[in-house]
């Protein structure tokens, strides 16, 4: 092994490293303060960019059992999209409120159809 792997951190170190530092800060930042926490800005945009992927991406939920793993999306493209209308500063005050019940009153019917499904999955394991 050589000196460099040991040090080496894992996937799960470097994002835990970006959100600890991102939640430290009071305010915008330059990404080359990454290089506090051992990222260079190369390698800071390809975080950024994956980070920003896997948040534009539907929800999921992962149920953990003793011997499966189920992976349920909560969040279907329509929720996707009035999440992204709720966050658009270019629509009225009252257009956002308005996607925000809408997103509600999605995320509750799918998540009453969902929990029996689990169930029956959980059942089946």
């Known amino acids: 092994m050589s000196p460099n792997s040991k040090n080496r951190r894992s996937i ?4 835990k490293a970006i959100f600890r530092f991102i939640n430290a800060q009071e305010e915008a930042f330059a990404k080359s303060r990454f290089k ?3 990222f260079n800005p190369m390698t ?6 994956l980070i ?19 992976i349920e999306k909560i969040e279907l493209n329509y929720n996707t999209m009035m999440m992204k209308r709720i966050m658009d500063e ?30 029956r999955d959980l059942k089946k394991s």
């Open 52 to 70: 920003q992927f896997i948040q534009s991406q539907p929800k999921i939920r992962v149920v953990k059992t003793k011997h499966n793993t189920i």
């Open 12 to 15: 799960f170190e470097r994002v």
């Open 90 to 119: 270019n629509l009225s005050y009252e257009e956002r409120w308005q996607s925000v019940g809408d997103y509600f009153r999605a995320l509750y019917t799918r998540e009453r159809a969902g929990i029996g499904r689990i169930r």
């Open 36 to 38: 506090e926490v051992g």
């Open 44 to 49: 800071a945009e390809k975080w950024l960019n």
